[in-house]
């Protein structure tokens, strides 16, 4: 770090080391006005969104040093450049301008000569009227998304969530795995003629999502009773993808195909033509809600005070829960079973961007950066993994997720879910409440100091405008956590080594040697030769 910022992280690690000690309850009992200061709501439209960070284990004094620390790093700065086009994907050389996906029809944005905003919008009135004519003809009752990590994760929690809201017009099923078992079932519920594949692979390189299509094809050939050949499937097909030219020399032939861009990373993309199938069943305008939900935080993050910067601020909570406390993880406990599929997204959003241990300048990290990311929805994660979260010897923030109003549910149920949500960060902040017991009296093993942190958002209601604000939030924390490690948060080097691999190797066990391997990898390929082949 330059001396002005290293001085400021010394300051962060000192705060770290006064409250090290300190406890949630004694942080309460010494600061009336706790609450007020570390609750931010974030209000856009109809959606709201409360979120209370009074749990962590920080203090004004903390806080400030961090907000001054993203002063001098220049993180919201930073963020306003990248917002404008600079390459900060400096490892692949490209600009990381998802927030463009969002950006209204007046912006101006230029990069390489081109006008970005006005590709985005001419993309999206392609989607629109492609959407709007699936859904008047009537003609497909069953989508199948075929892709995988942002090719997957993005348009599938998008069709969960809304689903859990409203029927959606036609049913939305999505396959990632190469394991086959997953695309047969999502077959076995489907009727060719009745079935759109969309396949959504930004690079259309990917192994898994290629081996799914080529499923797909033969799957519809076979039904349709026609050949691979056949034009008629290509009806069937829809692509998305920054490589078209790759798709159109792959085997998926495809009537229609929509555009993404270099400068939209696969984590990054849910806000383009990769939520098509969702876009599909709900409608266009539900859409443009979600966009508009990430565009008010987009406007917030680059606009807003930094003690009112509510992404600015949670990068710095993690900033200081995992790059100064070096805690390990971090679990999202979604009290909606709607958003029972946020986990997953974020464990991609989250760990691919931030997993990284190299600095810009090539040097080690010399803060931890990307937390374990994991999580399920409350109430059943209390009845699986919470006994770790509140006695275990590792401590693991947590973010607890709920909503005012859901759709669809019991309200007498509902009112009990959010008062369990309520009740795990009070008992993880608070724990036995050892002033009013004779601490003395309580056995070991049934203490529970608390002071274990967490951030509880609460929204009014789980709309898609909502949705879209909770995703950019995350994005942006992301972006924050990044900025003060100093690493790219937009490359992923570290996958490819493994696809690379995965391909030799997949060479290999179908040939006679597999001498290139080491010992174990040689002797694994081996077994398995005998296994397969053993009655
Ligand atoms: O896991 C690596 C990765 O490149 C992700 O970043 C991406 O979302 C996923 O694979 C799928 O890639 P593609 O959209 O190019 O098929």
Request: hydrophobic residues 40%.
């Amino acid at each position: 770090m330059a001396n002005d910022l290293s001085k400021l992280w010394q300051q962060v690690l000192t705060d770290s080391e006064r409250i090290k000690d300190t406890s949630l309850r004694a942080l309460f009992d010494h600061d009336e006005f706790r609450v007020k200061a570390m609750t931010k709501t974030l209000i856009d439209g109809e959606s709201e969104i409360v979120v209370d960070f009074s749990k962590q284990l920080i203090d004004a004094q903390a806080l400030k040093t961090l907000l001054t620390l993203a002063e001098q790093a220049g993180v919201v700065a930073k963020f306003a450049e990248m917002r404008g086009g600079e390459r900060v994907n400096f490892t692949e050389n490209q600009a990381a301008l998802h927030t463009a996906l969002r950006s209204p029809k007046t912006a101006k944005l230029e990069l390489n000569g081109q006008d970005i905003i006005k590709q985005v919008h001419d993309e999206l009135e392609k989607v629109q009227s492609f959407s709007e004519k699936v859904r008047s003809e009537k003609k497909f009752k069953k989508i199948v998304n075929i892709g995988i990590g942002g090719s997957d994760l993005g348009p599938a929690l998008i069709f969960d969530v809304l689903s859990a809201g409203r029927k959606p017009e036609i049913e939305c099923l999505f396959v990632a795995n190469i394991d086959s078992t997953e695309i047969n079932a999502a077959l076995a519920r489907c009727k060719p003629e009745e079935t759109l594949f969309i396949v959504c692979s930004k690079s259309f390189k990917t192994a898994e999502t290629l081996a799914n299509a080529r499923i797909a094809k033969q799957w519809l050939a076979t039904g349709l009773g026609v050949g691979l050949e056949s034009d008629v499937l290509a009806e069937h097909f829809v692509v998305v993808s920054a490589n078209l030219l790759q798709a159109r020399s792959s085997d998926v032939d495809a009537t229609n195909s929509f555009q993404i861009w270099p400068w939209v990373g696969g984590r990054y993309s849910i806000a383009s033509a990769m939520s098509l199938a969702p876009i599909i069943a709900f409608g266009f305008e539900t859409f443009k809600e979600f966009l508009a939900g990430m565009r008010s935080v987009d406007e917030q993050m680059q606009t807003s005070k930094p003690e009112d910067n509510i992404a600015l601020i949670l990068g710095l909570i993690d900033v200081f829960n995992f790059g100064t406390r070096r805690h390990s993880s971090q679990a999202v406990l979604p009290y909606a079973s709607a958003l029972r599929l946020l986990p997953s997204y974020l464990q991609q959003l989250i760990m691919e961007s931030n997993g990284k241990s190299v600095r810009h300048d090539g040097t080690p990290a010399d803060i931890a950066t990307s937390p374990v990311v994991w999580g399920g929805v409350g109430t059943n994660s209390q009845h699986a993994f919470m006994q770790m979260l509140h006695q275990g010897t590792q401590v693991v923030p947590v973010d607890f997720i709920g909503f005012a109003q859901l759709t669809n549910v019991d309200l007498v149920s509902h009112d009990a879910l959010v008062a369990n949500m309520f009740a795990q960060a009070k008992a993880l902040a608070f724990g036995e409440n050892q002033a009013e017991t004779n601490d003395s009296a309580i056995a070991p093993h049934r203490k529970m100091k608390g002071s274990r942190p967490s951030t509880t958002f609460l929204a009014k209601s789980l709309t898609p405008r909502t949705l879209g604000a909770l995703i950019a939030l995350y994005e942006h924390r992301v972006f924050v956590h990044g900025i003060i490690a100093q690493i790219n948060s937009f490359d992923q080097w570290g996958v490819e080594l493994g696809k690379t691999l995965s391909i030799e190797i997949n060479q290999q066990i179908n040939q006679s040697t597999s001498a290139v391997n080491d010992a174990s990898t040689k002797s694994l390929i081996d077994k398995y030769r005998q296994l397969k082949s053993k009655s």
